[in-house]
């Protein structure tokens, strides 16, 4: 039957598998560009109209960037907030999930709490004002704790957890194991490859926050990678962002390698997000679709 | 995403104890659920301290709020945020920005991972569709000041773009950036860019429960590929794509904060700033707390009707809903 394929079915394979073809080099060529740009001389990007592979390939624009101070600074701030922020994410989301899969006293109405958050949330302003009476402007905690539980991965670790079979409970409850116990030495190590795959998802919305910070943090000495980011790339301002490079090149007389650098600074900023995507992919079909299965 | 396996309960549900040894028998529920409690408590303390306060919280949005007062002592001045809100012609206008791109949204970015996810399930050979899954759910994965950084350095005056554009068709460079007309347009290519792909992988794992049998009974009974699309492809996700326009129903006054306030400039106030926006413009920054809220509070509760109405518009035709 298959072998039976007309002209036209063929025509339709064939024009489909281009087009997803184009489609891919359309998601891969900014990358491929501002790779190449950000090992091209500054005089080189100026002067030529399109760069596909440059004459010489130069690191200037690195060694500027990895030579400011605020540059450096902000991504151990980052990593700093991600790697604390994760972890506070998943013992948090992990915990409550497990109390709410258990027959607890309330247990209908904590988890009404959690879904009500699904369709109505306060806004921005009353949540800063909360964020500020708590004493967190200004301060890394809050980008992490005001975010420390996402109700849709709380859920789906929830369905998670309710998937062990409860014959583990049982058996550890008669080997006289508490619920401290329980959720320790059975559920944790049994939904490892969930908690991984959330862990992995929260701290990619780490090292992306851009909007916390801004809205949280005040002061230009506390910027996170994605708030100086914007200000080399976006704004076009390396002279206050990357203060401390900007002054050396003045001292030694050496010209900045212009917008060469803000395609350093994506890549640079980029790195841990390409680094761990092969993990998150081997994760996030199953996290995703955990959700919509019918418990 | 769909959650209706978890229906939310009536809060009046809890249990019921018989009356005489209620007291004790609570506390001996407690005190032997005492672990579990533990392990609810930090959990339960964030939703009630960064979630529900601040929801009560939106009652300044019915004073006229000032830090100094505080919540309770602020002076009351009941609707009139609200009756600016529809009196002041800046507000309308956000507001007409804020539909009318996610109107542009759902026209042209919602249909595009069921188109994506239809031409993924046509592949045959399997390594060349998992290579290009792996290349389009990347974008997803970055963050939006990337994405925009990586479209100013592509379109501005002496980007790559009008490198070669402008000797091509002989024209001054564009300054896409900066000129009104653009802002919408680059904002819909942007998410499609960034979320297509992702979007696709709930469409596919539809795809994936439809039986090859029915593929086949089809092609013996002389469908050709477009049929096969039409009469089974396209009904396997009907269901998912109702929930989803659902979803987006109650999010269409949400625009995506980040995207729209990095795309934002003094050129492109007019046309791209959203409620959103909007919200962080007035309430934070000019620190004017009450009407920024009550701008947010309006916005949510549109929301709420809106995915509750959207809800039972689906139920009522035969969809299951989501919840």
Known sequence: MINQKSMSERLIDIINII??????????????????ISFTSYEEYKLSELILWPDRWVTDAYAYILNSKEFIHSIGVTIYVTV???????ILTATMAYAITRNIWGQKVFLFLVLFTFIFNAGMIPTYLIVKATGLINSYWALIIPGAINSFNL???????????????????????????????I???????ALAAFGLFYAVGHWNTYFN????????????????????????????SLASAARDAAKSGILPPGETIGMAAILLATLPILIVYPFLQKHFAKGVMLGSVKG | MNQSSVNPPPVTALPKFPVPSRTKKLKDRLWRER????????GLLYFIVYRYIPMLGNIIAFQDFSPFRGFLNSEWVGLHHFKTIFSDPEVVRVLWNTLWLSFLQIGFAFPVPIILAIMLNEVKNERYKRIVQSIVYLPHFLSWVVVIGIVTIFLKNEGIINRILSPMLGIEPISFLQQPGWFMPLVILEV?????????????????????????????????????????????????????????LGTVLDSGFEQIFLMLNPFTMDVGNVLDTYVYFKGIQNADFSFGTAVGLFKSLI????ILAANRLAKKYGEEGVF
Request: net charge neutral.
């Open chain 1, 155 to 185: 859920i789906v670790i929830r369905q998670f957890i309710l998937s062990i079979p409860n014959e583990l409970n049982e058996a550890a409850l008669i080997d006289g194991a508490n619920d401290l116990q329980i959720f320790t030495r």
């Open chain 1, 19 to 36: 087009l997803l073809g184009l489609l891919a080099l359309m998601m891969l060529f900014p990358f491929y560009y501002i790779l190449t």
């Open chain 1, 213 to 240: 910070a801004i809205l949280y943090l005040n002061e230009p000495s506390k910027w996170t990678v994605q708030v100086i980011l914007r200000q080399i790339v976006i704004l076009n301002d390396t002279t206050n």
């Open chain 2, 192 to 248: 499609i860019w960034k979320e297509a792909g992702w979007g696709t992988i709930i469409f596919l794992a539809a795809l994936s429960g439809i039986n090859p049998s029915l593929y086949e009974a089809a092609v013996v009974d002389g469908a050709n590929r477009w049929r096969q699309i039409w009469h089974i492809t396209l009904p396997a996700l009907r269901s998912t794509i109702v929930i989803l326009f659902i979803l987006r």
């Open chain 1, 84 to 90: 604390v922020g994760s972890l506070a994410n998943i």
């Open chain 2, 303 to 306: 929301g709420l009707i809106l």
């Open chain 1, 187 to 193: 559920v944790l190590p049994l939904s490892k490859p």
């Open chain 2, 35 to 42: 672990y579990l409690f533990l392990l609810l408590m930090p």
